[in-house]
């Protein structure tokens, strides 16, 4: 049950208590109530597990890593989904909520409420009732005056929430920054899967042709009776198959355009003047970026926004645990009052001699409320306890997906020279298994099965060169790289800018990445 105590000026003299009050809140001005954040301690290997340690690690640069595979038609498409794409666009307004929500919060260390209330009022009474007084029975009046009350930050719970709402600012900039990680690696991967896809079905276009000329001799092999019936039939089966095959190739190649334009912010119709008429599986670097796992912590913006969003939690414990004490409050108001009783009247609103002023002060102990708030606070901190252990295990994973990124790196390069080899081989034995059977030196299921490798091999090639860009894409996405296109730019359209400004006031969208701090370099040189 609160338990309220005021004062006015009026029993303290003149104003000798409210002055006394707030000369103690000023000296307590500095208390804040709850724990202070630190970054959680966390599980960081010394080296990767393939790369020895190094006295100097080589410095890592992962801002514009798709620049490597010296594309430009994957340059533009970066581009094009850094300023198109919906869902970015998405966590760049929501970066402007977290600052108006911070700024809401930063007001709360000024008077919380202040009103300017004025009115006017008419009042006719029962003449029987003042007749005998001689008084008019007709009242008029009119009040204007100013009111404020302020609840003073004792015990820092306003000073906590701006905390809190700063981290969680920095958050989401950290979570716009992790958007455009995952956007850039996701044009990168879908424009690689493209080029794939292309590739896989030129293979089966190609061996359909050899297939053709299989089955044309084939047939003149059974027109002249060298052959039977036999050899027809399982060049037509072996044809047939390798047709099937290719409808469902172009239909996954449409669903990655597609896909591709959804990241573009753009309809699937456009897709295709995007990608242009030249079809190569982009080419990948032979050696990628190392560096240390301690990097990660200051590179990857989801490490950051899992620690920001740790420590807005940590702030919430205080702003819960300063309900366990009494809140302090000032309170005043001064207004003029103009009447016509009494022989005055109402145009003398602002007449000094009719100024009215009150001041107080207040507290306000729930004392009857503890397991209440005690509960509440508890809460916070199992949140908080939560907040801490999603942050270490995303430290974890974020080592994990380097590894196996690295690890499918090695793999890949390994298949796709063996595949090499293997695919140069498969084509010469379907040449001279042709010929062979041109000269009857072998039956039709020597060619059949020569094609049928030669098939395999050349789809699992063409699968092998797009998979070393992907496992490069993998390891630049899981090192934390793109996020760096945003500096120097607007974070959101001209249009959409101009579309908030016209519908609210924003005195200036904030939101340029020209002004944001990159919220990536807030950690570097901190050790885990």
Known sequence: MPVAVTRESGVFGPHRGVLVLAAFALALAGCKVGPNFK???????????????????????????????????????????????????????????????????????????????????????????????GQNPVVKSSQ???????????????????????????????AYDSALVSLTAGVASTYVNIRTYEARIKVSEDNLDIQKESLRIAR????????????????????????????????????????????????PGEADARLGTTSVIPTAPDHVADGVPRDLLRRRPDVLQAELTA?????????????????????????????????????????????????????????????????????????????????????????????????GFAAARETLATLTEAANSARRATQLAIVRYKEGAADYTTVLSAEQSQLQIEDALATARGSVPLAVVGIYRALGGGWQLREGQDLLPARTRQEM?????????????????????????NNP
């Open 311 to 407: 420590a807005a939690q940590s702030a919430g414990i205080g702003v819960a645990k300063a309900n366990l004490f009494p809140s302090f409050s000032l309170s005043g108001s001064f207004g003029f009052v103009g009447t016509n009783a009494r022989n005055g009247s109402i145009g003398d609103l602002f007449n000094w001699d009719n100024r009215a002023a009150s001041a107080g002060a207040s507290f306000v102990f729930p004392i009857l409320n503890y397991g209440r708030i005690v509960n509440a606070v508890r809460v916070q901190d199992a949140v908080f306890q939560q907040a801490v252990l999603t942050y270490q295990n995303t430290v974890l994973q974020a080592q994990q997906e380097v590894e196996d990124s690295r690890s």
């Open 501 to 525: 400004e016209h519908r609210t006031y924003w005195g200036g969208l904030p939101d340029s990445g020209r002004t944001l701090a990159p919220v990536a370099d807030d950690a570097k040189g």
């Open 39 to 133: 970054r959680p301690e966390t599980q960081v290997a010394q080296h990767w597990i393939d790369a020895p340690p190094q006295a100097t690690p080589e410095p890592v640069d992962t801002a514009g890593w798709w620049k490597l595979f010296a594309d430009p038609t994957l340059d533009d498409l970066i581009d094009s989904a850094y300023h198109g794409n919906l869902s970015l666009q998405a966590a760049a307004a929501h970066i402007l909520q977290a600052q108006a929500q911070l700024n809401v919060d930063i007001g709360q260390l000024l008077p919380q409420q202040q009103v300017l209330a004025g009115g006017a009022q008419y009042e006719r009474q029962a003449q029987s009732q003042l007749l005998a007084l």
């Open 144 to 174: 204007l005056g100013l009111s404020a009350t302020w609840e003073l930050d004792f015990w820092g719970k306003y000073r906590r929430a701006i905390e809190a709402d700063r981290a969680a600012m920095r958050a989401s900039i950290a």
């Open 220 to 267: 003149a092999q059974f027109e002249a009776g060298e052959t039977s019936e036999l050899d027809v039939q399982q060049a037509q089966t072996q044809l047939s198959q390798t047709q099937a095959q290719i409808p469902g190739l172009k239909n996954s190649l449409r669903t990655n355009k597609d896909s591709l334009a959804v990241l573009l912010g753009i309809t």
